[in-house]
């Protein structure tokens, strides 16, 4: 059995390949693309033809730097997948062209896998895993996971930074929709009787933490380093830091930051992880830069690599 797996979770805005080595648990190369896929999703229900070229010619130039088969790959979609209506002719042209065969993954299955890679990471870090709330903040959705021991509960809500960011440019006040998502996220945590949630480390995912997390240690988006930025502790302090930084910089000087494609959403990103500190009640979080694409290559090393 190879002991190499190459992963891909092709996500609301970000693409991402990650080559695994199943038998030491060991990143061996990465790639990562804004390919702005559920660009415009909001309004039209659909996959732009403009994002499926996006997507194809970055699957095609991935696979010249990191040098994989396509056809080998575990490929999983999420949220903007999940909900447009043209996705089974996109996913069939993209495979058609490509060779990729994505899977499109519930929220359910999303928020395990991230757990899963989660998990790894806390561990690897030496950071203690037994209770925490995972925040994952998407393009499309964002995913909460409460882990206590062995046993989780999650919840995947309909909101991410791109969707939210093109609903509110288009169609609205952010700060209302933000006090909805509040009083939504509050009625799940409610449904779950944890007597004191102040037992629970708060731990977050995904491009904005990771972004929040550079800044602070004077990273930008040409140094980004995981390796510095996995396990940093981000406060409400760093937040308002950044949001300081980007309401006075230029749009060149933030795409130096957090890169291109992902200007737009950045602030929507921040106000979303803020809204996380004030349901929490918690002063600051563990940011790590594991996830999905993580996730589905341990899942597969542990079901599928066994010697």
Same mark, same amino acid.
């Given at each position: +059995? ?5 992963t ?13 080595? @199943? ?25 732009? #033809? ?25 490929c999983?979609?999420? !949220?903007? +997948? ?59 959705s ?13 919840? &995947? ?6 969707? +939210? ?20 996220? #509050? ?5 779950l ?10 731990? !977050? ?7 929040? !997390? ?13 390796? *510095? ?9 760093? *937040?308002?830091?950044?949001?300081n930084?980007? #309401?006075?910089? &230029? ?15 950045i ?12 349901v929490?009640? #918690? ?14 290559? *341990?899942?597969y090393?542990?079901?599928? @690599?066994?010697?």
């Open positions: +059995m190879n002991q190499e797996i190459v891909i979770d092709l996500g609301s805005n970000s693409f991402r390949v990650l080559k695994y080595d @199943c038998k030491n648990h060991k990143i061996i190369s990465e790639y990562n693309e804004v390919v702005g896929m559920a660009d415009g999703l909001v309004d039209t229900g659909i996959i732009s #033809k403009e994002a499926v070229q996006r997507v194809i010619k970055a699957i095609l130039h991935s696979v010249e730097i990191i040098n994989y088969n396509p056809l080998d790959a575990v999983v979609t999420t !949220a903007a +997948m999940r909900k447009a209506s043209n996705n089974k002719e996109v996913l069939e042209y993209i495979k058609d062209k490509t060779g990729t065969k994505f899977s499109i993954i519930d929220g359910n299955e999303e928020a395990r896998l991230t757990l899963l890679a989660v998990k790894y990471a806390l561990k690897r870090e030496k950071i203690n895993s037994e209770n925490f709330v995972l925040l994952d903040i998407g393009g499309g964002t995913e909460i996971i409460v882990n206590t021991n062995d046993k989780y509960e999650a919840h &995947s809500f309909d909101f991410g930074i791109v969707t +939210m960011t093109q609903k509110f440019l288009n169609h609205g006040d952010l700060h209302d929709d933000l006090e909805n998502k509040k009083t939504e996220i #509050k009625a799940f945590l409610n449904s009787n944890i007597k004191d949630l102040k037992d629970y480390s708060f731990v !977050a995912t995904a491009g904005t933490p990771t972004t929040i !997390a550079a800044i602070k240690l004077g990273q930008d988006f040409f140094s980004y380093d995981r390796n *510095i930025v996995n396990g940093t502790i981000v406060n409400l302090e760093d *937040i308002e830091n950044s949001l930084i980007f #309401k006075n910089s &230029s749009n060149e000087d933030i795409a130096k930051l957090v890169g291109r494609g992902r200007v737009e959403f602030e929507v990103g921040i106000f979303i992880y803020k809204i996380i500190f004030e929490l009640d #918690k002063n600051e979080s563990i940011v790590l830069d594991d996830g999905l694409r993580e996730g589905v290559a *341990i899942n090393c542990l079901t599928k @690599c066994k010697d």
